[in-house]
C-alpha cells in the first residue's frame, strides 16, 4: 500500500523538468541580450564571443555532468554513484592540470589527458572497493579516499608550480568562463561521441537494472557493457572538468532530479539527467552572473548553493532511495591488541624526532635550555616545533574521537565530522568570528566553533529524524551540508578579500604559527577521551537495534544525544584549534577498525592513536618535504591516509570471498 | 517432437567449480525437445547451478553444454538469449517499470543496442502478455502488483525471448498455494500447446510429479536418478536421497509421497492410543 502511494506521488509531477528548464531558458536569454554596452559592435562581440560560449559551455558540461552520473547509477543500481564521488572528478582535475604543464608543443592532447587521469581514478576506486559488484557504502567510501588523495594532490602540484596559492579556491571551485569558442570546439566532438555512445547504452542498462543474472540470460554482456559504460561516463566527465574546472554535485543530484520527475525507466532516465544537469549548472551560473559578475562567485559555490538545499529536499522526498545493503566494513578483521601498543610507542617517538629534525637541526641542550627557560637558538626552535607537533597529535587524536563515536551512533562507516558538515561548520563558525572581530580572544574563537558544529549536527539530525537516521541518506545529507559550508567559506573569504595563504590555511587546515597557548589550551581536552571510553561500550548495545536496545534498558535518546554532543565538542576544539583538517576523523575509525577488529572501546583507543600519528606524521612531512614552503596539513593528512585507507580496503576485500 | 536423433539439450561429463570449490563433477544429462524436466534434490546438491550451467551462465571446468548441434560457449549471449530463456529464483525489481517494459526488456537479444521494436517484437511481447493473462495489468507498475502476478510478468518476459527452451529456478518460491498451481499449470499449458521445452528446479516433489513429465534426483553434485514420476516417486528411493522416511499415497494418480514425521514405533504407540 505504501509502495502505491509513494510511486503514484513520485509520478506526478512528471512537467516539471521541461517546465523549469522552459523558465531558465527564458531567464538565460534574457540575460544573454540583456545590453548593458552602448556600443553595438562591442555588445555584438561580447554576446558572440563571450556570452554565448560561456551559455553552451554551461549546458554541455551540465549535460555531460548528468548523463556521466546517469550512466554510473543505472550500471552499478546505485542511486548515489556519481562522478564526483566516485573520484572521477579529481581524477580528471588531476589531468587536466598535468596537460597544462604539458610544453606547448604538445598542448593539442586537451581532453585525452583529462581523460586519462579520469579513467586512472574510476578505475582505482573499482578495484579497491571490489569491482562493479561493491555494495554502495564500500564504493562510497573507496571514491571518498580516492577523491581526497587525488584533490590533495591536485593542490600540492599547484603549490608546486605556482610559488603561490591564489589560484587555489578558483582552481577548485571551478569556472566557466569561455574565452572564445575554443574549449567547446574542443571538447564537443568528445561529447558528441559519448553522448552517442550513452544514448545507445539506454535499454541495455534498462536490463541491467534486472539483475545481473537475468540480464545475463536475456543476452546482455555484463563485464562489458559496464566496462563501456565506466569508459563513456569518464568521457563525459573528463569534457565536463575541461570546460569547466571540478564541479561536484550535478553528475549527483541530476539523474536523482530526473528521478524525482517520475523518469525512472533508463530510456527515459538518461535524457532527461542530461536536461536536468544542464538545468542545474545553467540555474548555477545565472546565479554567478546575477550576484557577482565575473570572479565574484566561485561558480562551484554557486553549485552548492542550489544543489544543496535540491539534494537535501531529494534525500527527504526519495522513497526508494536506499538500496537495502548490509555491509559491515571490518566483520572479518580478528581481535588484535598489539596495534595499540605499537601506536602508543609511536606517539612519544615522533615527538621527538619532530623536535630533533627539521630545516634546521636541534642543538644539544636545546631542550634543557627550553625547561630552564634560558634563551638560545636551540630553545627559540623548541619553542616553534613543540605547539605545532603537539597540536597536530591532539587535534588527530580528538578529530578521530569524534569520528569514532558519529560512526557508532548513526551505526554509519560514513560518518565523521568532516563528512557530516561539523568540521565545516565549527571551521566557518570559527573563520567568521575572527573575520568580524579580528582581536578575539582565544576562547571566544572556541566557543564559536563548538557553536558552529552544533548547529551543523543539529540540522543533519533534525532534518533525517523522520527517517530514523537511516545511513545512505545521512551520509547523502552530511555531503550536503558540508559542501554548502564548504561553499560559504569559500564565498566569505572571497568576499572579505582574504589573503590567499589564509584562505588555504582555513580550507585545508593548518597548525602553522600556533604558539604554546594554542597548544596548552587544547591539551587538557583530551581528557574527553574518558567520557568517549565510556560512551563507546555503551553505544555497542545501539548495535542490537534501537528496540532491543530500549529492551535491554540502556536509555537510548539520552545516549545518542550525549555521544553526539561530545562527538561534536571534540571536533570543534580540534577545528579551533588546526582548522578543518579533513580526512582524519573519517578515515582514523576505519584503520583502528581494520588494525584491532570492532570492540568498541580498543577501536575508540587505536582510533584516536592512529588520528595522532596520522596527524604529527603530516604534519611533520608537510613542513619538512617542500621547505621552506608549508604543505597544508589537511592535504598532508589526505596525502598520506588515503593511499593506507585505500590499501586496507583492497586486502580486506581479498581476504573476503 | 522427441523423433529428433539427439537431444535438444545435453550436457558432456559437466564440471563445475565455484569459487574454488567442485560443486558438479562429471555429469552428463541430455533433455529432449517439448518435454517438461524437473531437478529435485536435497539443498546443495548442485541444481541451481547445473541449471545456471545449462543457461550458460557459468562455464564449466570441464565439459560442455550443446543446445542442439552447437555448443553453447560458441553462441554468443545474445545467440543463446534467442533461443534458451532463464528465470533466475530471486529479481531484482528496479522501480518504476510498467509490465509491458519488463516484457519489452525481453526482446534485447533480438533487438540489442537500438531497441527499435519492429512489428515482429511487438507482436511477441503481446504474445507473451496474453499467455499469462496480463493483458489490464500492462502499463501497470511492476511495483503496484502481487507477488503472484509479479512472477507471472517475469515469466512473460522469458516467455517474449521466443526461445525453445526455459530454465526456471524455483519458479513457485515465494507463493501461496492457489499462485503456486497458477503458475506450474501456466507453463504445462504452455508446453502442451506450442511444445516449449521446459527444465524446473522444483522443491515440492508432487508438485514436481503432477505438472513434469520426467523427474531428475540429484545428492552431491551427481545424477542419482531419473525417470517417469511413477517411477521415481518410490519411498525406498527417496530415503537415500533426502534422508527422509516417505510413504506414498495409495492409488494417488499422480503419485503423491509424504514425510513420516515420526518414528514407525512412535506411530504404532500413537495408533495405539487413538
Redesign the interface.
Known sequence: MA??RL?QRS?APRWAVPAALLAVMALLSANLFHAQLTDPALARAVLLELKLPRFAATLLAGAALGLAGALLQLST?NPLAAPSVLGVTSGAQIGLMLSLLLPASLKFIGVPAVFAGALLAALLTFAVAGGWRATPLRLILAGTATSLLLAALASLLLILNEQHIAGLALWSAGSLFQDGWGGIRQTLPWFALAAFGAW?????L??L???D??A??????IASLRRRVLVIATLLAAVAVSLAGPIAFVGLIAPNLA?LA?Q??P?RLVPAAALAGALLLALADAAVQGIGGNGGLPLGVATALVGTPLLIWLVQRQS?LVPPSNDALADTTPARRWPVLLLALLVPLLLFVGLRYGSRPLPAYALFDWLAQIPSAGALLVELRLPRLILALSAGALLALSGCLLQQVVRNPLAGPELMGVSQGAGLAALALVLAWPAAPLPMQWLAAVAGAALVLAVALAVNRRHDYEPVRLALTGIALSALLGALATLLIVSAKVQAAQAVVWLAGSSYGRGLDSAEALLPWLLLALPGQWLARALGFLAFGDDQAKALGVPVARLRLGALSLAALAAAVAVAAVGPVGFVGLAAPHMAGLLVGQNPRWRLACAMLTGAVLTGLADMLGRSLLAPLDIPLGLMTSVLGAPYLLVLLARQRRSR? | MSASPFPLLQADALRVELGGNTIIDSLSVGFDAGRIYALCGPNGCGKSTLLRTLAGLIAPAAGAVRLGEQSLSALSARERAKRLAMLAQSHTTPPGLTVHELVACGRFAHTGFNHSLGSEDRLAIERAIALTGLESLAERDLATLSGGQRQRAWLAMALAQGGEVLLLDEPTTYLDVHHQIDVLATVRRLNEEHGLTVIWVLHDLNQAAAFSDELLLMKSGSLRARGTPQQIMQPALLKDIFDVEMWRLPDSHPPVCLPRYVSQPQEAAWLQSA
Open positions: 509502495a502505491i510511486s509520478a543500481r545507445h547504452l539506454r535499454q541495455p534498462a536490463v537494472g534486472l539483475g543474472e537475468a545475463a540470460t536475456l543476452g546482455v554482456r528521478r517520475g525512472w525507466h530510456r526508494r570471498p
